[in-house]
């Protein structure tokens, strides 16, 4: 009954930097992953980033590695995703998840947020 809610979405130009949240809220959250998918209008949904809240270990799509950084809070039911020189590219709604498992695969993860749209203006 652990719910996860995003923000942090908005409206930025090409080059600006946005930082998303991913709090879980609910009865003790037990996840051993968290990750970031996002999904643009007539696309499936894609990986983004996610991070093992067991090792610490983060993992990034090619498409956004050295620009995104996936963190987690210190109370290890927060997580972070620190987005620098935005592209148009980016433009989707961005969706964290948790699992049992870090996995860049969306079927590993059984808990989902309503998602935070991203629009990036050239």
């Known amino acids: 009954q652990v719910e996860l809610r995003e923000s942090g979405g908005g409206l930025v130009q090409a080059g600006d930097s946005l930082r998303l949240s991913c709090t879980a809220y609910g009865r003790a959250f037990s996840s051993a992953a968290m990750g970031w998918f996002r999904q643009a209008p007539g696309t499936e949904r894609e990986f983004v980033a996610a991070?093992?809240?067991?090792?610490?270990?983060?993992y990034y799509a090619d498409s956004v590695k050295g620009r995104f950084i996936v963190s987690t809070g210190g109370a290890e039911n927060s997580m972070y995703l620190q987005m620098r020189k935005l592209k148009p590219e980016d433009t989707a709604v961005y969706y964290c998840?948790?699992?049992?498992?870090?996995?860049?695969?969306?079927?590993?993860?059984?808990?989902w947020g309503q998602g935070t749209q991203v629009t990036v203006s050239s």
């Open positions: 991070i093992s809240l067991i090792a610490g270990s983060t």
């Open positions: 998840a948790a699992g049992f498992r870090v996995s860049s695969l969306e079927y590993e993860y059984d808990l």
